[in-house]
């Protein structure tokens, strides 16, 4: 993976050093995701139009010059129908009171709503030093739209400051680390600095396939689909050796995600070699069984087990 860091100035002794996390919270497909790949200038953490995408909470660590901001990606919070949606909101909940900045999220293109509210609320309530309003998608939203969501968005927390991006249009995204930098308090490098993600390879793997369902599948499949990498190995020759497991909640979905003579499977193990290959820079090569694990979105101890757990 490419560090998307800058060596820090050892020539300025004044400069105070700042360092911290900044939450990125809101309801689901507001684009978080998309955002801190942009901070980070590539592809570490999956997105998809599907609502419930992030299901772990994701750390990504953006290097200055005189700071180190470390992203948080959280779950999508949203009115759970599982024990999943109840872990996933649990886990995004938990992170406003451990966050420095806290990064409110709105789509530009979609009303405020009661579930904007909802998060408003939590946001309110939350201790972070500095509470941030980001306005998202803003290359697909007219100027119209853009300031009647900034009115509705202002109403429902005193925020510090705000900002409107495009991180697809890479649109005020760097002013957005820069704003965010600005007020981390002062203190130590987190993590080392090449150091990206505190994501496991493994994990990574798992997201990866997952994005590859979800952009793939029909509407009521994906909500049911999770993924674990079975293996990791480096061969000899260098390449990348992987074996990972899809897991299911009924025989139907099973066949679906294998798909007529097993063309589904094949097109979600072609589109995630890819962008594992580029994520690790070597060679992948991908093997992916299809397993069912009936209402495993119901089992406290499948949802630990994957690593959606909050206790983990």
């Avoid at 309801?27 to 980070?40: E, F, H, I, Q």
């Avoid at 992203?71 to 009171?97: C, F, M, Q, R, Y």
């Avoid at 995600?257 to 995630?272: D, L, P, W, Y």
Wanted: proline share 4%.
């Amino acid at each position: 993976m490419t560090a998307n860091s800058v060596s820090k100035n050892t020539s300025s002794e004044t400069t105070p050093f700042r360092s911290g996390f900044v939450a990125l919270v809101g309801r689901p497909s507001v684009g978080k995701s998309t955002l801190l790949n942009a901070c980070m200038g590539q592809k570490v953490a999956i997105a998809s139009p599907v609502a419930q995408t992030t299901r772990r909470r994701f750390r990504a660590v953006v290097n200055g010059e005189n700071s180190q901001l470390v992203i948080v990606d959280t779950p999508g919070l949203h009115k759970p129908k599982d024990a999943l949606g109840k872990e996933l909101n649990k886990a995004a909940l938990g992170e406003l009171n451990d966050a420095d900045v806290i990064a409110f999220l709105i789509d530009a293109t979609k009303p405020v709503g009661r579930g904007d509210e909802w998060v408003a609320n939590h946001v309110e309530q939350a201790h972070a030093a500095f509470k941030l309003l980001i306005i998202t998608k803003a290359d697909i939203a007219t100027p119209e739209q853009v300031a009647e969501q900034l009115k509705a968005a202002q109403t429902l927390v005193h925020f510090d400051d705000v900002l409107v991006v495009s991180a697809l249009e890479d649109f005020n995204v760097q002013a957005f680390i820069a704003l965010v930098s600005e007020h981390l308090p002062e203190g130590p490098m987190w993590f080392p600095e090449d150091m990206e993600t505190d994501a496991l390879p493994e994990d990574l793997v798992a997201e990866f396939v997952r994005e590859k369902l979800l952009l793939n599948l029909r509407q009521e499949v994906p909500h049911s689909v999770a993924v674990v990498c079975d293996s990791y190995e480096i061969a000899t020759d260098g390449h990348l050796s992987i074996s990972a497991t899809i897991l299911v909640e009924r025989e139907g979905q099973k066949g679906i995600v294998v798909g007529q003579g097993g063309s589904m499977i094949k097109r979600v193990g072609v589109e995630a070699r890819k962008d594992l290959e580029k994520l690790f820079g070597r060679k992948v090569y991908l093997d992916l069984q299809v397993r069912v694990q009936p209402l495993w979105r119901r089992d406290a101890n499948e949802i630990k087990r994957l690593g959606y757990s909050t206790e983990d």
